[in-house]
């Protein structure tokens, strides 16, 4: 697949709060991570995932370029993560048009099958994403399907943002000098880092990926090989910290500390747990009715849900998983970023901290899995 003697991109995570960095190399059929790191950035840099002090992020941004381990990192082309806020991402189906209705294509001209493809998507999504076609960036995979002939039922995920959002997210790595090789929505980036992309879609099931941030949580509902809904629920890991720290009168980090200490699971009635526990049936009701939707859509493929995997830095919080499956009755874990790689390839960091780095082992993946 690929010229190895090239270094291959590097998957680049963005957040409000910090930035983190991936880069994997490929010898006898082996993944291996040849350069990793993470960068705080300072408050007000990005703001909700809009880039806010541009200037800024780009120095802390060639702060993390320099600053890798094991090794530096071997190439300027980068994978970068577009924000989940700004951005959408949903199964669809188009049924493949007449030449003659395509878009008048002459018997002696090529056929542009992307330009046929965008403006079906168009018109399904008109409805459905509340950004005007217009002012949006389109990107797709086939998922089945051969264009080209009239009828044939071609079936795509489709990703959507702004083109605000993605003309400032090029403009910020371009003025770190480094060349965009794609830009790709969060959920697809962390879907493919906690899947075993060994098995088949019947052995896969429907499975949900709570991803918990320190902004926002992330909710996609992973079905039949394929991204079938997500959405982010507002709650965060932050504003746990923030509860803490006004209930009980202490700083920030001390905050912290009772937060990642504190069962979550346990029905207490202690000043902290009475503090939490609005936040926490609040994510709990958000999940439970996110589930009863996928449930009752059209289709009705995802009945039964086998499994929540959980990622990001709030996956870490003690008594998480029991909260969800006591809560939901659905078998809870932690997701596992290193799933497709060789267990004696993996790097010296605690499963934690490998946690914060599910999204951008996610973009460093983008083009092993990546078909079309």
């Known amino acids: 697949m690929f010229n190895l003697t090239r270094p291959l991109p590097f998957g680049l995570d963005i957040s409000d709060f910090y930035l983190r960095l991936v880069q994997l190399s490929q010898k006898g059929g082996k993944l291996n991570v040849t350069s990793l790191g993470e960068v705080p950035l300072p408050p007000g840099c990005i703001i909700d995932g809009e880039i806010v002090n541009e200037e800024k992020t780009v120095i802390v941004l060639n702060q993390l370029l320099n600053n890798t381990k094991p090794k530096r990192i071997t190439s300027r082309e980068v994978i970068a993560v577009l924000p989940e806020p700004k951005t959408f991402i949903k199964p669809v189906e188009i049924i493949w048009p007449a030449i003659d209705s395509s878009g008048g294509n002459k018997p002696d001209q090529p056929i542009n099958y992307r330009d046929i493809i965008i403006q079906q998507i168009k018109k399904i999504i008109t409805y459905d994403v509340p950004i005007e076609t217009d002012e949006s960036k389109i ?6 399907g051969r264009p080209g002939r009239p009828g044939e039922k071609i079936k795509l995920l489709v990703g959507i943002s702004t083109k605000k959002i993605t003309e ?17 929505i969060e959920a697809v ?10 098995l088949s ?29 997500s ?4 709650v965060s890991g932050k504003q746990l910290t923030d509860v803490i720290a006004q209930e009980l009168k202490i700083n920030l980090p001390e905050a912290e500390k009772i937060k990642k200490s504190y069962d979550l699971s346990s029905a207490t009635s202690d ?24 449930r009752e859509r059209d289709n009705n493929q995802c009945k039964i849900i086998k499994e929540i995997v959980l ?18 009755n659905i078998a809870t874990t932690k997701g596992n970023p290193w799933i497709n790689f060789n267990a004696k390839l993996i790097p010296p960091i605690s499963a934690d901290q490998s946690l914060s780095y599910t999204t951008a082992i996610g973009l460093a993946l983008h083009d092993y899995y990546v078909k079309s």
């Open 139 to 144: 990107a797709y995979q086939i998922l089945s």
């Open 168 to 184: 400032s997210y090029t403009r910020l790595l371009e003025a770190a000098e480094l060349i965009p090789a794609a830009l790709e």
């Open 189 to 198: 980036a962390i879907s493919r880092a906690l899947i075993n992309q060994s």
């Open 201 to 229: 879609k019947t052995d896969m099931g429907a499975k949900i990926i709570i991803d918990l941030g320190a902004t926002r949580t992330g909710f996609i509902l992973f079905n039949n090989n394929v991204i079938e809904y």
């Open 231 to 234: 959405l982010s629920i507002p």
């Open 271 to 294: 000043s902290t747990g009475q503090a939490l526990n609005p936040l926490i049936d609040l994510l709990v009701v958000k999940v439970k009715e996110a589930t009863d939707f996928c």
């Open 311 to 328: 990622c990001g830095g709030g996956a870490n919080f003690n008594g998480i998983e029991n909260l969800f499956k006591n809560k939901l």
